[in-house]
T-cell receptor, first 111, second 115 residues
Framework: SQQGEEDPQALSIQEGENATMNCSYK?????LQWYRQNSGRGLVHLIL?????REKHSGRLRVTLDTSKKSSSLLITASRAADTASYFC???????????FGKGNQVVVIP | GAGVSQTPSNKVTEKGKYVELRCDPI?????LYWYRQSLGQGPEFLIY????????DSGLPNDRFFAVRPEGSVSTLKIQRTERGDSAVYLC?????????????FGPGTRLTVL
């Protein structure tokens, strides 16, 4: 069954603006990961946050995790047209790297 | 270096036919995963291998689906008596091991269309 549920589903922003998307899940997790998928291409791993971490940064990406609320957010700062993609959160509940993905957020960055 | 490759990139078949989808993982990766992605949805786990053995096949929807990895490298996902509902993009991923927090590297997928 799918764990993650991203919100909002679609986001359209101007280049240079920040994009924020959220993800909620239902059961306890070992870690949560965010992936990007460009149209017609495979998924690319962006960032992983462990259940004992609250915030993590990687370049223009900032991920937060609130295990009490079972939610995570992904912030992309200073967006670029190349950031246009679908973004998925995925949880690893059992520590075996079997991932449960959400439905995804479509982000369109307008040049 | 070479990433995960999948063949064919597209497969169109008729209802009731048998299909095989192939995945070549990154060399040296012992864990291999199959996911299925329907239009507008996130990937859904099907099965994963650690080495040659299927460590978890609980995501396979029914007994028409089967996967093998005989030599611990290339894997083949086999679907018998295909149905229109099997139409989806089938994604393969590999990681160094199956332990938690090992990054999964995904292939481009095989788009299966069952007419």
């Amino acid at each position: 069954s799918q764990q993650g549920e991203e919100d909002p589903q679609a986001l359209s922003i101007q280049e240079g603006e920040n994009a924020t998307m959220n993800c909620s899940y239902k059961t306890s997790i070992n870690n949560l990961q965010w992936y990007r998928q460009n149209s017609g291409r495979g998924l690319v791993h962006l960032i992983l946050i462990r259940s004992n971490e609250r915030e993590k940064h990687s370049g223009r990406l900032r991920v937060t995790l609130d295990t009490s609320k079972k939610s995570s957010s992904l912030l992309i700062t200073a967006s670029r047209a190349a950031d246009t993609a679908s973004y998925f959160c995925a949880t690893d509940a059992n520590g075996n790297n079997r991932l449960a993905f959400g439905k995804g957020n479509q982000v369109v960055v307008i040049p | 270096g070479a990433g995960v490759s999948q063949t064919p990139s597209n497969k169109v078949t008729e209802k009731g036919k048998y299909v095989e989808l192939r995945c070549d993982p990154i060399s040296g990766h012992t864990a291999l995963y199959w996911y299925r992605q329907s239009l507008g949805q996130g990937p859904e786990f099907l099965i994963y291998f650690q080495g040659t053995g299927a460590a978890d096949d609980s995501g396979l929807p029914n007994d028409r689906f089967f996967a093998v990895r005989p030599e611990g490298s290339v894997s083949t996902l086999k679907i018998q008596r295909t149905e229109r509902g099997d139409s989806a993009v089938y994604l393969c991923a590999s990681s160094r091991t199956s332990g938690s927090a090992n990054e999964q590297f995904f292939g481009p997928g095989t788009r299966l269309t069952v007419l």
